[in-house]
C-alpha cells in the first residue's frame, strides 16, 4: 500500500474563462472540481496505476466531508484527522491564451491535539505501508519539524519516504533524510545558499543534497523531463512533446509514479521512465491528479532515459 500525506486538503476548482481581465465580471465556461492538496493528487495518480493507496491528513466541515465524499466516489481510500476549521479551496483560472491563474487559501489552523493525533494515525499506518509520500503545505498550528519527524517514523520501519514540499518545512524535512525529495531549482538554491543559474548547477546543487545522506534527488524540468541523482548515477528522464491542456498536478503525479516504481522494485532507469510519462499524460487532461491509461502506455513507449555520469 502508498500512503499519501496532505496536512493541507484542498477543494480544486479548474474555472475555464476565455480571458481574465483585473476589474470585470468573469463569466466561467466551465468549473471542474476535484479534491485537492498535493498527496491527494499523488494517491489518485498512484490508484489509477494499479497501486492500493490510502490519503491521510487534516479535514474539516462541511468541504471536508466533500473532500472525503470524492474520494470514495474514486474509490480512493482515505482515514483523515477531522479538525474544526473549514477545508480551503483552490482555484485555477485557465483563460483562452493557455494562461493559468492560482488562487491558493492558506488553510484553516488546526490544534495541538489535532497534530498529535495526527502523529498517532501515521505511526500505525506507517507499519501498512510499502511507501509513504509527504506533499505540499502545512495548515497553521502545525509545528515546522512535522515532516522530520514522520520521516524519522518511517525510517524507523525500514520504509520508503518520498517528500515534497519546500520552505522551512523542507529544510526541516531533509535533515531527517528522506528517501527522496523533489526540488526545484529555487529551493535547491535555498537549501544550498549558492546561485542556481543553469543546468549544472542544478546538478551540481542535486549532487550535493545527494551526498547529505538522500538517496534520491529529482529535479523536475517542466516539458524536458526530469532530472534523478542517485548512487546509481545521474539519469535525465525525456517525454515526448504534447499539447498541453493543464500542467496543474503533473509534479505530483510524477511523486505518484515514483512511490509506484518503488513498491514494484523497478530500476530507477524504469522508474524514471514511467515518472515522465505519468506527468506528461497528467498535462493532456483538464483533472488534477488525472490521466488516460492510453496515453501514458504510448508516452512511456516514445519517453527517453540517458545516463548523464
Do not use: W
Not at 129 to 139: D, K, L, N, R, Y
Amino acid at each position: 500500500m502508498i500512503t499519501t500525506v496532505t496536512l493541507n486538503v484542498a477543494i480544486d476548482k479548474a474555472y475555464v474563462v476565455d480571458t481574465l481581465e483585473k476589474g470585470h465580471v468573469m463569466r466561467v465556461q466551465k468549473c471542474t472540481n476535484t479534491p485537492g492538496g498535493k498527496g491527494l493528487n499523488v494517491a489518485k495518480v498512484a490508484r489509477l496505476c494499479g497501486e492500493e493507496t490510502l490519503a491521510t491528513g487534516f479535514v474539516g466541515g462541511h468541504a471536508g466531508a466533500y473532500v472525503e465524499d470524492m474520494l470514495n466516489e474514486q474509490h480512493v481510500k482515505n482515514e483523515f484527522i477531522h479538525t474544526k476549521g473549514e477545508t480551503r479551496s483552490c482555484i485555477n483560472i485557465l483563460a483562452a491564451d493557455g494562461s493559468s491563474t492560482e488562487f491558493l487559501e492558506p488553510g484553516a489552523p488546526v490544534e495541538e491535539t489535532d497534530v498529535e493525533a495526527f502523529l498517532d494515525l501515521f505511526a500505525k499506518l506507517v507499519k501498512d505501508s510499502q511507501v509513504i509520500t509527504i506533499s505540499g503545505s502545512a495548515p497553521q498550528g502545525v509545528p515546522s519539524d512535522i515532516y522530520a519527524r514522520m520521516v524519522t517514523l518511517a525510517r524507523k520501519e525500514n520504509k520508503p519516504v518520498l517528500l515534497d514540499t519546500s520552505g522551512v518545512l523542507l529544510q526541516e524535512g531533509i535533515r531527517a533524510c528522506p528517501t527522496l525529495i523533489k526540488p526545484n531549482d529555487d529551493e535547491i538554491e535555498a537549501l544550498l545558499g549558492v546561485p542556481v543559474t543553469n543546468r549544472e548547477e542544478i546538478l551540481d546543487g542535486a549532487r550535493k543534497l545527494h551526498g547529505q545522506g538522500i538517496a534520491y534527488v529529482v529535479v523536475s524540468l517542466g516539458a524536458e523531463g526530469a532530472l534523478v541523482v542517485c548512487d546509481e548515477g545521474v539519469f535525465h528522464g525525456r517525454p515526448p512533446k504534447i499539447h498541453t491542456v493543464n500542467t496543474v498536478g503533473c509534479g505530483d503525479s510524477m511523486l505518484a509514479a515514483f512511490a509506484v516504481g518503488f513498491a514494484r522494485g523497478y530500476a530507477i532507469e524504469k522508474t524514471l521512465r514511467y515518472a515522465v510519462a505519468v506527468s506528461a499524460a497528467n498535462a493532456l487532461t483538464m483533472a488534477t491528479g488525472h490521466f488516460e491509461k492510453e496515453d501514458m502506455e504510448r508516452l512511456y513507449q516514445q519517453a527517453e532515459v540517458t545516463k548523464m555520469g
